[in-house]
Every structure is written in C-alpha cells, then in structure tokens.
C-alpha cells in the first residue's frame, strides 16, 4: 500500500515537472520546407493561390476525411479565403497579399492560434522552387503536444514535406494531362443569362475568369437563383499584338431578370447561331492550345468566320464538380457560317498529352497523336 503512495507520488512529481518543463519552453515556432516542383512558376503560383486546389495536395487533408471546407465567393488572389472543420479542428485562412508568380502571405488560424504563413517561388533547374514558411506561437495544450510528438518542427515540417511532395505528384500529373478534340458543326443556343465583364492583359485573364467565375457562384448562391446550365465566357476581344483582353463571365438562366442600377452584375441574351464545337478535357491552362487547334481546323477546311459573334467557352464540368484538374471539361464555340463538312476521326483528336502514372486510381485520357 505504502508503495503504491509512492509510485503516486512519484508520477504526480513527475507531471508537475513536465509540465513546468514544457510550459517554460518557448512557444513561438517558425517551420520551413521546400522542393522543386516540376511545373513552370506560374502554373505552381496560379494552382497554390486558389484554396479550392488545396484538398489535392495538403496531406493532413487527405489523411483525415472529416475535414469539411466552406468556401466563399472568392478564394483566390488577395482576399481569398476559406475554413474548415473536422474531428481535430476548425479553423479558417486568408491571403493577405501576393506578388504575382513570387510570393504570397496569408493569415491563419487553427483552433483559436493564430501563425502567419509565407510562400516565395523561384526559377530553378528542372522547374520551380517553392519554399512553405508558418510563424507562430503554441498555446500550452499544442505545446504539450508538441513535445511527445518530438518538437513543432518536426511534425509540421514533415507535414508540410509530405503535402509539397503530393503538389509535385498532382501538378505533374493533372496540369500535364489533358486531350483536345473538335466535335464539328454545332449549333449554340441562345438565352438569357448574367454576365460580369472585365478588360485586362493576356496574362491575367485565366486567374481573372477564375476570380469572376466565383464570384458568379456566390451571386447565385446568396440571390437564391437558379441556373440555366454551366458558366461560361463570352470574348468581346482577343489582341494578342497589343495584349488587350475582353471578356465576360456568364451564367444562363431561363428568364430575363432586372438588375439594379450601378451594380457589376448585367443582364444580357445570345442569339443562336452556327459554331465550330472543340471540347477540352484537362486543366484551363490549355484553352490557347484548343483555341489553335480549332482555328487551325477553320482554316484547314475553309469554315468562314462568323465575325458578328463571339467565341464562347463553357465550364460544362470544372472544380465545383470534380477537384481534379485533369477532368474538367471545357467546351469551347467558334461562330462560323453554316457548311456542310465532315469531321474524320484522325482529325478530331487534334492534340492530346499525359504523363505515365496518375497520383490516384483515376485513369487518364486515352492519348492519341495526330
């Protein structure tokens, strides 16, 4: 009896003293990792900058599938954000500012801490070095914690190692895999539909669709609208010699509806007309190489250009439906006069790519060369 008041004693002294141990540690951490990742520093930036692509490479997300992730009208760029729950915790992120292609700083907060994290790209041999920097301070439990896990550095680096090595694995694989193919002569209904527009460079325009596409989302979602079917672009202007680009994000509905005066928001209706349909599957970045595939076939067969319409891409199945990039589906509709014309197999297929082995069990398009 009386050695079992000393083992109590003994294992109260010890807690006391771990946990003055621990409690006198410092609390304040700063983690660092990188890794070369073999995309080009714009496709790594634009793919980190959007918290939706997020659920594809952090691995604490993909080893707990209780976390749940809400996300606003915009979750990219300056101002984006998100938040999340989960069995372990809840917490929300946003971005605070960014440097195009060279860095972006966000503010985070995980079950009541607060961290700041830093992200910096530079030009490497063999792709893009990116470099994962989180500042903060524990609280006791987290410091605790910490401490039997073997040190905040340790288990966070080797979280933030795991996750940079599956953005290598997924940009490789999903950025890199895609197919194009031109369907033929299509006939583009018309309809009403709401529209944003926006003028900007050639550069900035697919981050830009990105910001507007969401943002039309969220105008739906909090006006209670209904759809009419998927997003889709209508292209005022293309200038590639002068850098000039305009465009509108659109989303279809059934009926007119009236907008208030002085809001970005417009209304507007399509007539139908005759296309040229070409369908890309695979991430946007490659919707100037099916817009080359599709002119090229117009030339190639002598299809005249409808010059009073516009060329439209729908987002008939994109990140909202499935996260993988290799999966989207863009339909894009070239206006041109009707004529009757015969679209061969081995045309079709115009331009295909993919790499040898998926990150996950999904198979990858079928790939095909002209």
């Not at 993909?62 to 915009?74: A, H, M, N, T, V």
């Not at 995980?110 to 792709?127: A, H, M, P, R």
Request: with cysteine.
């Amino acid at each position: 009896m009386r050695i079992l008041k000393y083992i109590s004693l003994l294992l109260f002294l010890f807690i006391i003293g771990l946990s003055v141990f621990v409690s006198t540690q410092k609390g304040d951490y700063d983690v660092t990792a990188s890794k070369v990742i073999k995309n080009p520093r714009s496709i790594v930036f634009n793919y980190i900058n959007d918290y939706k692509n997020w659920e594809t490479f952090c691995s604490w997300i993909k080893e707990d599938d209780s976390y749940k992730f809400i996300y606003p009208g915009l979750t990219l760029g300056q101002g984006g954000s998100c938040s999340w729950t989960s069995h372990s915790n809840d917490g929300n992120i946003k971005t605070i500012s960014t440097k195009e292609n060279e860095r972006i700083f966000q503010k985070m907060k995980n079950n009541e801490e607060l961290s700041e994290v830093y992200w910096t790209f530079k030009d490497t041999l063999g792709g893009t070095k990116v470099t994962w920097r989180n500042k903060g301070k524990l609280d006791f439990k987290s410091k605790v914690a910490a401490f039997f896990s073997g040190g905040i550095k340790r288990v966070v680096g080797s979280i933030y190692e795991k996750s940079l090595e599956n953005l290598n694995t997924t940009l490789d694989y999903e950025i890199n895999t895609y197919s194009i193919k031109v369907n033929g002569i299509s006939t583009l209904p018309g309809g009403y539909y709401l529209k944003q527009y926006l003028h900007c460079k050639q550069k900035e325009t697919e981050r830009n669709v990105n910001i507007l596409v969401s943002r039309m989302e969220y105008f739906f979602d909090k006006n209670k609208l209904s759809a009419n079917g998927k997003p889709f672009i209508i292209y005022h202007k293309y200038d590639r010699a002068n850098d000039d680009v305009a465009f509108s994000v659109c989303m279809p509905l059934r009926d007119s509806i009236n907008i208030m005066p002085g809001s970005d928001i417009q209304s507007g209706k399509t007539a139908s007309y005759t296309t040229l349909k070409t369908t890309l599957v695979g991430d946007y970045s490659h919707t100037q190489k099916a817009w080359k595939k599709a002119l090229n076939f117009v030339a190639k067969n002598h299809l005249e250009r409808n010059k009073s319409g516009q060329i439209i891409e729908v987002h008939k199945v994109g990140r909202n439906e499935v996260k993988n990039p290799s999966k989207w589906i863009t339909e894009i509709y070239i206006p041109v006069y009707p004529k009757a014309i015969e679209v061969k197999a081995e045309e079709s297929s115009l331009e295909s790519s993919k790499i040898a082995t998926p990150p996950t069990e999904s198979v990858a398009p079928t790939e095909k060369r002209k």
